[in-house]
């Protein structure tokens, strides 16, 4: 039969595959604490040792109408308010402490609301210890008469243990005491620290039987807690700055070769005794977290987690030393689980860190109750659904109790008070589906293939002394004793021949004796010269193994060297991936945000170019509908003006001839001409002023009407180019686009260095700080109105270039021969009039108004 590996804890496999493992279920127990005042109002029965009956309080049937009935629940055994620590013990804690020294596994939990009780049924009080106090007191009962030298076991800081020889725990246990870190076992109960020395009264002292005599035992203790789902060593003694005192480092669980949970990084206390053990424990203890609540006045804050690991080896053949392999070790443990009890914020008004450690606590329990509903389900229904073991750091630890084999008990704790009626009944709930968990039987691991060596020497001693006194004793008791010497009479004849055969009789006995003590000296020497030989032998043996043992270590000093350097490397690279998880997330955040708005700005986009689309059919159609209208309006419009000019070129053609007639008659009449009076100068033939001002009405891109003159008036003085709002020293972008018409104006805008362009794009933008848009369009009037629309180019986050609109100008342009917009009422339109219109440059007007719209990318 093979041992379990190497020094480790013997593997914890997963769910079996065999149909023929042998389950248990897990072991459910509950507590009912007694009342705080006796007139309280209580809503929890003891019907029977293991069933319970809860009543609703009468203010929630009044208010629900009998909504909450009387239910009853089944446990394992129920525990009343008379049951004594010491019972509690024997029922519940007992057999996982027999289990712990024949190499099986524990797990041992309490749970229930906070104040019923959890923390005084683990660790009790003075004169009433809890279950874990006197499971460390029976088991060092037990195996305190084999226990090995301090420092022969050694952890190996990864869930095992090292058997080291022992000139090297001779050494380490001089340096140890040399550097005072090793506490000292008390030699009595009286000596013990006075805050624990009655837990337990001598007279409940027990311990287990059928403890393997041919085997040496140790016995390490470490104490965690799991503090808002990180996990705290509360042995750990960390220095103490004044200054700049640190918090807390957390720590991390890791899986071991055989696949079972650990805490990387604990500290194990070896412990000798009941005493230091539950010393080490209170110092732990000291530092846990615990807060005063409106429920509780010391409420736990976190779940403790006190691990007992019991380290065992067995003997050699002469049951002296301890078998130098690391095979031969078997390390098992018990976990003393106190949970933190469940809370309602409303109840305990809990703010701040408070109501952070209450939510924490919440929810690991609620992970808890998930799994064991994920596992119940999977073992009735045959399902294979992963169980969130790591949604949880207690559920996470402990996944190998309920994954593999070993004893899990629980013991519920109930506080009966009314009050706790709708917490008390969750409780239940959970306790009653727990029950239906069902967790692989321990297997025995005994130690085969070794001679009982130290049993078998025991045992003969204990036969010697009770059944063969031996051949030395017969002679001891068969030495006569001294008669009376007393001479009363000088003719007494018998007492000196009596008291001579005495000394002669004594005196051959003491010489039987000396042949018999000679006789066994010799035979004592001769096994001592073969046991010298044979020591001889042993010694050249050992030092030939001790040179290979230097050898190996030697070996092994490097192979630690280097894991070291690798476990620094490995801290190193998981620090290094925890910030760069953190970045991720941190990334992943950012990326979800960013892209969900560019989801919602790509549809809000796509909308407004839907809209767009839309707007500019009906615009499209809108224009050609005016297109249509207009070009009726400008053809009858110029069909009228056509008709007009040919009237009034009809009237200058008579008046002409009639000017031409009287003329002639002057002339043919013999009157003459004046030669000293100048001739005038012909007017320019009205055809081409007038088609110049037609050319106007129809808005094409003729050139505008200039005024003629004559002699006797001056020249006009040609009108100087006014320069535009836009111009300036900033660089522009002249957008004009291709269906503008050329007015042919003299109030142009004119932009120096400017860019022009027909259609926006961002190489133009980039180069400039403003930007100008022409814009046509026909005004109410039916002329063509110039409008320039002006804004500032910015850059914008993404790379791109934005407009932002700030002003526009409007160019109107207004012609002379209109005369019904100039014709005031009342008035007559005569001669003179229509002469001083038509000789009249036209006019342009410029109208500004400032627009603000919403900036968006070009």
């Known amino acids: 039969m093979q041992r379990p590996g190497k020094g480790k804890t013997p593997r914890r496999l997963g769910p079996k595959k065999a149909s023929n493992i042998e389950k248990d279920p897990v072991g459910v127990y509950c507590r009912i604490r007694p009342l705080g005042a006796e007139d309280e109002e209580c809503c929890v029965e003891m019907i029977s040792s293991s069933t319970i009956q809860l009543h609703a309080p009468d203010g929630l049937k009044a208010n629900r109408n009998g909504e909450y009935k009387e239910t009853q629940y089944s446990f394992k055994k129920v525990f009343g308010i008379n049951t004594t620590q010491m ?37 009790g009080s003075p004169g009433e210890g809890g279950l874990l106090p006197r499971s460390l007191d029976i088991l060092f009962n037990s195996i305190s008469p084999f226990q090995a030298k301090r420092f022969v076991f050694k952890p190996d800081d990864k869930n095992g243990m090292e058997i080291q020889g022992q000139v090297d725990a001779l050494l380490e246990r001089q340096k140890r005491d040399s550097q005072q870190s090793v506490p000292k076992t008390p030699s009595s109960r009286q000596k013990a620290d006075p805050e624990f020395a009655d837990m337990i009264s001598s007279e409940e002292a027990c311990k287990s039987d059928n ?49 079972n949970m650990y805490v990387a990084g604990c500290t194990e206390v070896e ?22 609540t409106q429920l509780n006045r010391e409420s736990s804050r976190s779940h403790s987690v006190f691990t007992v690991k019991l ?81 949880s750091k207690v559920t996470h630890l402990f996944k190998n109790y309920f994954d593999g084999e070993g004893k899990v008990r ?18 239940m709930r959970f306790a009653e589906m727990t029950q239906e968990v069902e967790v692989a039987r321990p297997v025995d691991r005994p130690i085969c293939g070794l001679a009982a060596g130290r049993r078998n020497r025991n045992q003969a001693f204990r036969d010697e002394l009770s059944h063969d006194p031996g051949l030395l004793n017969q002679l001891i008791e068969s030495f006569p004793a001294l008669p009376s010497c007393e001479l009363v009479d000088p003719t007494d004849d018998q007492t000196l021949p009596r008291l001579i055969e005495v000394l002669e009789r004594r005196h051959r006995i003491r010489q039987m004796m000396t042949e018999q003590f000679n006789k066994t000296a010799s035979t004592l020497k001769s096994m001592l010269q073969q046991f010298d030989s044979q020591l001889n032998a042993k010694e050249t043996f050992l030092q030939d193994q001790r040179s290979k043992l230097s050898e190996k ?36 955040l950012d990326k979800r945000s960013l892209q969900h708005e560019l989801e919602t700005r790509e549809q809000r986009l796509q909308r407004e170019l839907s809209e767009r689309r839309r707007m500019e059919q009906r615009m499209q159609g809108m224009v050609t509908d005016t297109k249509l209208k207009w070009e009726k309006e400008c053809e009858r419009r110029v069909n009228a003006k ?52 037609g050319q106007k009405r129809s808005a094409s891109p003729s050139p505008l009407p200039v005024s003629y003159w004559d002699d006797q008036t001056a020249p006009p003085v040609h009108p100087t180019h006014r320069r535009s709002h836009s111009a300036g020293g ?62 500032n180019v910015f850059k914008t986050r993404g790379g791109g270039q934005a407009v932002q609109f700030t002003d526009i100008e409007t160019l109107t342009q207004e012609y002379p021969t209109a005369p019904s917009r100039k014709r005031r009422s009342g008035s007559a339109e005569g001669p003179a009039q229509m002469e001083d219109i038509e000789n009249r440059a036209p006019v342009a007007s410029i109208s500004t108004s400032h627009v603000y719209q919403k900036r968006r990318k070009p």
């Open 87 to 123: 019972e509690l013990f024997e029922d519940v804690a007992k057999p996982l402490v027999d289990d712990l020294i024949h190499c099986k596994n524990g797990l041992l939990f309490t749970y229930g609301v906070t104040g019923s009780g959890k923390t005084f049924t683990m660790t």
């Open 211 to 259: 403890v393997d005599e041919d085997c040496c035992y140790s016995v390490f203790v470490s104490y965690i807690e799991v503090y808002n789902n990180y996990i705290y060593d509360l042995l750990e003694d960390a220095p103490f700055d004044p200054i700049r005192p640190k918090p807390p480092q957390s720590k991390i669980l890791r899986e071991d070769l055989n696949h």
């Open 311 to 391: 380290a065992q080896a067995p003997l050699d053949a002469d049951g002296d030393h301890i078998l130098q392999d690391k095979n031969q070790v078997n390390v098992s443990q018990l976990c003393l689980v106190d949970l933190a009890g469940s809370e309602r914020t409303s109840r305990t008004r809990a703010e701040g860190s408070r109501l952070r450690e209450a939510g924490n606590i919440n929810q690991s329990l609620m992970t808890l109750r998930t799994c064991m509903e994920v596992l119940r389900e999977n073992q009735m229904c045959g399902t294979n659904k992963m169980v969130p073991y790591r949604d």
């Open 410 to 427: 629980m013991i519920v704790c109930v506080n009966p008070k009314a009050d706790d009626y709708d917490e008390t009944m969750l409780v």
């Open 730 to 791: 900033e660089k522009w972008v002249d957008h004009k686009p291709p269906c503008n018409l050329d007015l042919g104006t003299v109030m142009q805008p004119i932009i120096p260095n400017a860019i022009k362009v027909s259609t926006p794009n961002e190489k133009a933008l980039s180069k400039c700080h403003k930007y100008v848009l022409r814009h046509q369009e026909l005004a109410s009037d039916g002329e063509i109105e110039t409008k320039l629309i002006k804004g």
């Open 271 to 292: 412990v000798k005794s009941t005493e230091e053990a539950f010393e080490v424990f209170w110092k732990g203890q000291k530092k846990r977290r615990i807060a005063n």
């Open 642 to 693: 056509q008709l007009e000019m040919q009237n009034k070129l009809w009237v200058k053609d008579e008046k002409l001839k009639q000017l031409k007639a009287i003329v002639t008659e002057s002339n043919g009449g013999g009157g003459g001409s004046c030669p000293t009076e100048r001739p005038q100068k012909p007017d320019r033939p009205s055809r081409e002023r007038d088609r110049n001002i």
């Open 553 to 588: 270590d030697k070996v092994i000093i490097n192979q630690r060297t280097e894991m070291e350097r690798l476990e620094k490397k490995s801290k190193t690279l998981e620090y290094k991936i925890d910030i760069l998880q953190k970045a991720t997330d941190m990334y992943e």
